[in-house]
């Protein structure tokens, strides 16, 4: 354990450094002016339609179903054409932020700072006018319609293609084999630490892309349920960055990192943490539903009983939060040339049965009354997000909402991970980094 644990800076200062000359600049043109020819295309096969389409999530569970759904709608629409692009994910931002910037696309899946960095811009059309009037609005659920108009009601930037929510996934029979119950609370965590060999570790940390996910999955838990709609904000509308309980929570994940976390997750993000979970590596791991497919297919089936579910962590009075939304939207961009072409794309194939395909294969939550009540979703692994739904004490945030708070989201959202990477090198303190996060989210013009 001890050489591990003195590799532990070495590892962090690689890390930061990646992390240091791989941002991506957020796009900063104006969008273009809409204009009514742009909602009016009539393709035929003498004048044909291309709609190019990006998503950000690519993966062999879902890029052949929506290659087929483009190639059905086609095949009903005489003149339309789907072109469907798949970047590796580690390419997805810039490729993305880069077909935006140069007005070469149609339809995006905008994850993380895209989405926010693209409305602030004006990059996106405002698609509710529209989308209401489809057969797809009629059959999404209320929550998913609540989440559409996130950003600022009335307006819909984007529509959600599946649930992400949060659970635990957890190496049951390794806890029990140890004596050591499964935590409940992040300082379960860090005391189960007394469990750890020389090549298992508790928890699998998030120290690469996303990191700033674990100072918030913390901080939540430490101050709910004082927290308003936007899960950055006190319900006084304060930043939670501010708080004596956020000094104690980071104070205590910086404890797990160093104590209960293998050294290499520093480096790791969203491939690395899950396979250190499924390989052995990392008992205890934080982590979206889909991850449910991965575990089952590269470690075993749930039913054998070594893995199990668990609620994300509580803090000391009881409480855990997290975001519940689509971590995967599709929106059309403002300068598409025929918005009603792609929006009857995006109609398509957020209609079941196409939705609910889509869901089942790529392991997200559905958005669809009707995929919802598919007793798929309700077994298994899966049961566990009926007793997070249950639970009062879980809080559920649909995301950062505002137009003031999104820009500044936006704006600092790419020095979040470089602060965390700052952090575990040794180069940031939990104070120093809180400082920085409330200046840049806690400042009047961020508030809504």
Not at 97 to 108: E, P
Not at 216 to 232: E, K, R
Not at 288 to 316: C, H, L, R, S
Not at 358 to 384: E, H, N, Q
């Amino acid at each position: 354990m001890s050489k591990l644990i003195s590799t532990r800076k070495a590892a962090a200062v690689v890390a930061s450094l990646a992390l240091a000359f791989g941002g991506i600049s957020a796009a900063t043109s104006s969008a273009a002016t809409k204009v009514a020819k742009d909602w009016s295309c009539k393709p035929t096969k003498a004048k044909p339609v291309t709609i190019r389409m990006i998503e950000y999530f690519a993966g062999p569970a879902r890029t052949p179903l929506l290659n087929a759904f483009a190639r059905q709608y086609e095949q009903k629409n005489p003149g339309v054409k789907i072109d469907l692009i798949s970047p590796s994910q580690a390419d997805s931002p810039a490729k993305i932020t880069q077909l935006i910037q140069a007005k070469n696309v149609d339809i995006v899946e905008p994850a993380g700072a895209i989405y926010s960095q693209a409305v602030v811009a004006g990059q996106l059309a405002d698609i509710a006018k529209q989308f209401k009037k489809t057969k797809a609005w009629k059959y999404l659920t209320p929550y998913t319609k609540k989440m559409a108009e996130q950003t600022t009601k009335g307006k819909i930037y984007g529509i959600g293609n599946g649930y992400y929510t949060k659970a635990s996934f957890v190496r049951a029979d390794r806890f029990k084999a140890a004596g050591v119950a499964i935590p409940k609370t992040w300082n379960d965590i860090y005391n189960a630490k007394s469990m750890q060999t020389d090549n298992q570790y508790v928890y699998a940390m998030r120290g690469a892309a996303a990191a700033h996910s674990q100072a918030l999955f913390v901080i939540h838990a430490h101050l709910a349920p004082n927290l308003n709609q936007t899960g950055l904000q006190t319900k006084d509308g304060k930043s939670i960055f501010a708080t004596a309980e956020a000094q104690t929570a980071m104070d205590l994940l910086l404890k797990i990192w160093k104590e209960a976390a293998p050294a290499a997750s520093v480096a790791w993000g969203y491939p690395e943490m899950v396979k250190g979970f499924h390989t052995g590596v990392a008992n205890y791991l934080i982590q979206d539903n889909e991850v449910i497919q991965i575990v089952e297919e590269n470690f075993e089936p749930y039913e054998k009983g070594n893995w199990t579910m668990a609620q994300i962590p509580k803090g000391p009075t009881g409480y855990s939060a997290q975001f519940i939304g689509a971590g995967g939207l599709w929106s059309i961009t403002k300068s598409a040339k025929c918005k009603n072409v792609a929006l009857g794309f995006l109609d398509y194939i957020t209609q079941d049965p196409q939705h609910s395909a889509f869901a089942r294969a790529y392991g997200v939550g559905p958005v669809t009354t009707t995929a919802s009540k598919d007793p798929f979703f309700k077994t298994g692994a899966w049961s566990i997000y009926a007793k997070i739904n249950a639970d009062k004490k879980e809080l559920k945030f649909s995301g950062v909402r505002g137009p003031k708070l999104t820009a500044c989201y936006g704006a600092i959202y790419g020095q979040l991970d470089k602060d965390m990477a700052k952090l575990y090198t040794g180069d940031l303190t939990t104070t120093e980094l809180l400082k920085g996060w409330d200046d840049g989210l806690g400042k009047a013009d961020c508030i809504d």
